[in-house]
């Protein structure tokens, strides 16, 4: 399962890419995102990846925190 809460994402420059995206997956399911250019969707999936660091909120998986691991 993978649950996202209250999930922030702010670049330097003051933009604010996400804002306060909460979502739930439960396991065996499949979702698409879809919105238009600059909505995020890039910008949640680099987050849940650990290839960007949100700025606030949380990432679990499995009810592990993954923004507390290391990057390997």
Known sequence: MV?????VK??????????????????NTVMALIGPSGAGKSTLIRC???????TSG???????NVCELGKK
Do not use: F, H
């Not at 649950?3 to 999930?7: M, P």
């Not at 702010?10 to 604010?16: A, I, L, T």
């Not at 849940?48 to 949100?54: C, F, G, K, S």
């Open 3 to 7: 649950e996202i809460k209250d999930l």
């Open 10 to 27: 702010r670049y330097p420059s003051g933009q604010e890419a996400l804002k306060s995206v909460s979502l739930t997956l439960e396991e």
């Open 48 to 54: 849940i990846n650990r290839l960007v660091e949100p």
């Open 58 to 64: 949380t990432i679990l998986i499995n009810g592990t």
